[in-house]
């Protein structure tokens, strides 16, 4: 199986800042990989898709590069309704599998 | 408006069986692969299946292999889990997805807790 080894675990950033989440898969997945926010209590919702292709009505300070096994998620400038955990997740081989999640809080 | 909506979880002991049940609507549900994806409560996401939009594709994760069967009538737009030997660590929230293309899951229901306990 494919491990997704994201970090950090969870951080703690103020309004306006940059957030900058890793993710770093056991193998070359290529670009195959998705990005997903959830929410307390919520289902997760599709960010990024391909790596780095924004979803539609995602908002614009979301974005997603990298390929091959490291790849990273960016929120350029944190909003208080961001406050959730971002799960990273590639389909390059079965079995799909998901990173452990990144936490993200406000300062 | 899409919209997926799970039914049928619930308290069951060890061995015990359930059937999930996931109403699609607001899309071609004949059109799209589907997956279960659940959350074991505190824990992150796990992908459990996937069925091709005609059920010609089927894969499960190991976890629930030989124990997990999904299915799916496109007449009833419904999609569903068929769980049995269920054990106490299949205790998640367990979310149907929609499949945007090679398990990118664009739309998600609400979820359906699942508690295996006794």
């Known amino acids: 199986d494919i491990q997704m080894t994201q970090s950090p675990s969870s951080l703690s950033a103020s309004v306006g800042d940059r957030v900058t989440i890793t993710c770093q898969a056991s193998?070359?997945?290529?670009?195959?990989l998705n990005w997903y926010q959830q929410k307390p209590g919520k289902a997760p919702k599709l960010l990024i898709y391909?790596?780095?292709n924004l979803e539609t009505g995602v908002p614009s300070r979301f974005s997603g590069s990298g390929s091959g096994t490291d790849f990273t998620f960016t929120i350029s400038s944190l909003q208080p309704e961001d406050i959730a955990t971002y799960y990273c997740q590639q389909y390059d081989n079965l079995p799909f599998t998901f990173g452990g999640g990144t936490k993200v809080e406000i300062k | 408006e899409v919209q997926l909506v799970e039914s049928g979880g619930g308290l069951v002991k060890p061995g015990g069986s359930l059937r999930l049940s996931c109403a699609a609507s607001?899309?071609?549900?004949?059109?799209?692969?589907m997956n279960w994806v659940r959350q074991a409560p505190g824990k992150g996401l796990e992908w459990v299946s996937s069925i091709s939009s005609s059920s010609s594709y089927i894969y499960y994760a190991d976890s629930v292999k030989g124990r997990f069967t999904i299915s799916r009538d496109n007449a009833k737009n419904s999609l569903y889990l068929q769980m049995n030997s269920l054990r106490a660590e299949d205790t998640a929230v367990y979310y149907c997805?929609?499949?945007?293309?090679?398990?990118?899951?664009?739309?998600w229901g609400q979820g359906t807790l699942v508690t295996v306990s006794s």
């Open positions: 391909d790596a780095s």
């Open positions: 193998q070359d997945i290529s670009n195959y």
């Open positions: 997805a929609q499949d945007g293309g090679v398990a990118t899951m664009i739309y």
């Open positions: 607001g899309f071609t549900f004949s059109s799209y692969s």
